[in-house]
């Protein structure tokens, strides 16, 4: 009886062990019973009955990468690209993901390459280089609505690479080239043409304060004429007015001043050597008595006066 009765609990011990799971994180079991769905078992530890429940599906619930294949696209221009892809999705509804389609990765990947060929086909060469943000949205919306049933919830569609043929690949480079080297072209006389204008307009103020500084000259020159002749006029008047009140004396004591003044020139030239007079020695001697005559005049005049 011992004996049986420790086969009893070992048969139970080890019927209990087989009804133990034990669910990874990020990971959600689905359990059938009788081949039925009735639980998805989240992670951590649960106790299914044996022989009647098990395990159908172990889902990833954590946010997956598919890698669409390379393709070839014909465009809207009918030029053929080369094209590869990648798909982020997340399982929300494990039970959905396991039981609404029979697999759930290869039905991803068709569903993204058929609208991939949709998408590019309905684009010009050009558009499907400059309008990958485009080609991505539109994949996304249109994806992810498709795939909702399944439980699954696609988070991004990315392009990877957009391979077009050498020979178009060849002539967009000529054509890169030939625009860079048209805006160069454009730059340098832009460059050229604001130096030239720059130029011009020193060229411009340089005779505009020229012709200003040559007005001031002018405007100085017949100033300081002006001023001479006034000062000359003044001159003469005085002169008029000494020999109108002193009659001949005056004028020749002005007419012996520069004389004398002349001969005291000459007699200092650093060129000269030898002085010869035009006139005679007894005119130069009665110039300077006269000279005399006149400043006794005029100091006998002045000592009358006091």
């Given at each position: 009886m011992g004996g049986v009765l420790l086969a009893l609990v070992g048969v139970?011990?080890?019927?209990?062990?087989?009804?133990?799971?034990?669910?990874?994180?990020?990971y959600v079991y689905t359990i059938e019973r009788l081949g039925k769905f009735t639980l998805a078992a989240t992670p951590g530890l649960h106790v299914i009955v044996p022989f009647v429940d098990r395990v159908g599906h172990k889902v990833n619930m954590m946010e997956q990468v598919l890698d669409i294949p390379g393709q070839e696209i014909i465009t809207k221009d009918n030029a053929m690209v080369g094209v590869d892809a990648v798909v982020f999705f997340q399982v929300l509804d494990a039970g959905k993901a396991a039981y609404e389609v029979s697999n759930l990765y290869i039905a991803i990947m068709q569903l993204t390459t058929t609208n991939l060929r949709t998408v590019m086909g309905s684009m010009d060469l050009d558009e499907t280089l400059s309008k990958r943000d485009e080609i991505n949205a539109r994949l996304l919306v249109v994806v992810d609505h498709a795939t909702a049933p399944w439980g699954v919830k696609i988070t991004r569609v990315e392009i990877k690479d957009i391979r077009p043929p050498a020979d178009i690949s060849n002539a967009m480079a000529r054509q890169m080239k030939a625009e860079r080297e048209k805006r160069a072209q454009i730059l340098e006389a832009e460059g050229l043409r604001a130096s030239e204008i720059l130029r011009a307009?020193?060229?411009k103020q340089a005779q505009i304060l020229s012709a200003e500084g040559r007005r001031e000259a002018a405007f100085r020159d017949a100033e300081a004429r002006e001023r001479s002749a006034a000062a000359e006029a003044e001159a003469t008047r005085v002169v008029s007015e000494a020999i109108a009140g002193s009659g001949?004396?005056?004028l020749n004591y002005f007419i012996a001043q520069k004389y004398t003044d002349a001969v005291a020139g000459f007699a200092t030239s650093p060129n000269a050597k030898t002085i010869l007079f035009p006139v005679e020695a007894t005119q130069l001697i009665g110039t300077v008595g006269g000279i005399g005559e006149l400043v006794k005049d005029a100091l006998g005049g002045a000592e009358g006066k006091k």
């Open positions: 139970v011990f080890i019927f209990l062990l087989m009804g133990v799971r034990v669910v990874r994180q990020g307009e020193g060229e001949s004396q005056a």
